[in-house]
Structures are given as C-alpha cells and as structure tokens.
T-cell receptor
Framework: NAGVTQTPKFQVLKTGQSMTLQCAQD?????MYWYRQDPGMGLRLIYY???????DKGEVPNGYNVSRLNKREFSLRLESAAPSQTSVYFC?????????????FGPGTRLTVL | KNEVEQSPQNLTAQEGEFITINCSYS?????LHWLQQHPGGGIVSLFM???GKKKHGRLIATINIQEKHSSLHITASHPRDSAVYIC???????????FGKGTHLIIQP
C-alpha cells in the first residue's frame, strides 16, 4: 500500500513549456485534490475531483488543467508554464469514515519555472 | 472566503516544555484539521475536529465553535516534534480545505 504517489519529485521548466504532474492513490478514495504551497502562504487548492469523471475549480485554477483519468489517478497539467507557477505541488486524497474525514498527502513535486 | 490565522508563526522551546499553537478562523466551518509538515516536506494529518477535544499520544487538540478558535497542545515536547504545524478548515458546502500559514516549531534538546 503506497498511499499517494506523485511524479516527478523535482522539475525545472522554461517559461512557455508544458508538463503534466502525475498523482495516483491506491486507497480506493473517491476525492482527490491538487494544492500548491508557496513561501509565506498556506497551501491553496487548485482543483479537486469529488469522484471519477468530475472535476471542479478551487481557489487558484488559472493556468492549470486537470484530468481524473480513473479512480486512482488525478493529473495536473501546465499548458504554458510561467515563473509565477514556481511552487511545491501536493496531491491529496480523502477518505470519509464514520463522519470524520482524513486527507492523505503525496510527497510533493518541487517545480521551478525559469 | 474563510480567513485562517495561526499564532505564533515561529516558536522555539526547550525539550519537555508544554507547547500551545493557536488557530482562529473567520467563518463558521464543518470541520477543522491539524496537520504536521516534516522538515523533508511530507504532510501528515493529525486530527480532524468538529467539536470538543481529541487526544493522540502527547498531542491534544481542542476546538471552540462559538469562539471560532482551536488549539493544538504538545505535552512533554521532544526534538522530533520539530515541524511546521498547519491548521486547515472545511466550510459547510465547499470541498477542499482552507489553510493557515503554519507554525514553525523547533524543540531544542
């Protein structure tokens, strides 16, 4: 049981390049999330998916697209990277059990856009 | 949009001290989470609270819904408790969490 996995761990892009951040969970969770973490700020929600086949915008969706490929996988795509997208990106999944929900986070992807 | 404020931003204490980290929020919530971010960057969920108090080992979390305030306490602190502690809230109708900026805790031996 690997939990939530993310690839790659580190990435450097040039402005205008595109890339996809991959996330997978093996816990059979319905809900999955993408957050970004910037220095001096709390984590902010980019997009989320409440179930397979559905996605919704979070607080900071501009410049990103997502795909919920199946129940396990939730990818985040940057079509044309900008320096403002330099950040650490975390994927998470959520389980709701007995009225309490717990989010499980991946290890993060550190992205630098030059 | 809910505003989540944590205090203090930074805290350095000696091993064995009793630690308190505070979190306040501006709008009514359905749940409040405390998370721990290790120096390596990994994030772990510690507690989810909707009322009252929870305890896990040396960690105690309390919430006062009327005052829109929560505290995380660490008893008999240890250097391995050094981490960033993050408060996050869930609103009534929206998914996803709104996060505080975190409290950077250092426990010195």
């Amino acid at each position: 049981n690997a939990g939530v996995t993310q690839t790659p761990k580190f990435q450097v892009l040039k402005t205008g390049q595109s890339m996809t951040l991959q996330c997978a969970q093996d816990m059979n969770h319905n809900s999955m999330y993408w957050y970004r973490q910037d220095p001096g700020m709390g984590l902010r929600l980019i997009y989320y998916s409440a179930s397979e086949g559905t996605t919704d915008k979070g607080e900071v969706p501009n410049g990103y697209n997502v795909s919920r490929l199946n129940k396990r996988e939730f990818s985040l795509r940057l079509e044309s990277a900008a320096p403002s997208q330099t950040s650490v990106y975390f994927c998470a999944s959520k389980v709701l059990r007995g009225g309490a929900d717990t989010q499980y986070f991946g290890p993060g992807t550190r992205l630098t856009v030059l | 949009k809910n505003e989540v404020e944590q205090s203090p931003q930074n805290l350095t204490a000696q091993e064995g001290e009793f630690i308190t980290i505070n979190c306040s929020y501006s709008v009514g919530i359905s749940a409040l989470h405390w998370l721990q971010q290790h120096p390596g960057g990994g994030i772990v969920s510690l507690f989810m609270l909707s009322s009252g108090k929870k305890k896990h080992g040396r960690l105690i979390a309390t919430i006062n819904i009327q005052e829109k305030h929560s505290s995380l306490h660490i008893t008999a602190s240890h250097p391995r408790d050094s981490a960033v502690y993050i408060c996050a809230v869930r609103g009534g109708g929206a998914d996803g969490l709104t996060f505080g900026k975190g409290t950077h805790l250092i426990i010195q031996p």
